[in-house]
């Protein structure tokens, strides 16, 4: 079983920024992927930002040149985020497209979600 689990959400004003962490644990070969969704109230989730092992990176639209996500480790994702808006407010959640030792597949896992406010 592979575990996510997430940091650092929070309260702030808009123009501010936070970091979110993310570290998955359990029996793990790699992570090809990882990335962060959010979903906000009354909305579907959608796409933050994910990274490969390569360091690649691809940001949905409305965050490019604010966020940052970055691999700090092999089993760790983060997100950097400036300049945040009130229109950023959701639950954010760390996502990981994982090989697990025995299987030959990978398969993907969710963190239990943090909470981001910005505050107008």
């Known amino acids: 079983q592979v575990q996510l689990v997430e940091s650092g959400g929070g309260l702030v004003q808009a123009g501010g920024s936070l970091r979110l962490s993310c570290a998955a644990s359990?029996?793990?070969?790699?992570?090809?992927?990882m990335g962060w969704y959010r979903q906000g109230p009354g909305k579907q989730r959608e796409l933050v930002a994910n990274t490969g092992s390569g360091g690649n990176a691809n940001y949905a639209d409305s965050v490019k040149g604010r966020f940052t996500i970055s691999r700090d480790n092999k089993n760790t994702v983060s997100l950097q985020m400036n300049s945040l808006k009130p229109e950023d407010t959701a639950v954010y959640y760390c996502n990981a497209n994982v090989l697990r030792g025995g299987y030959f597949t990978t398969a993907d896992y969710w963190g239990q979600g943090t909470q981001v406010t910005v505050s107008s």
């Open positions: 359990g029996s793990i070969i790699s992570i090809p992927a």
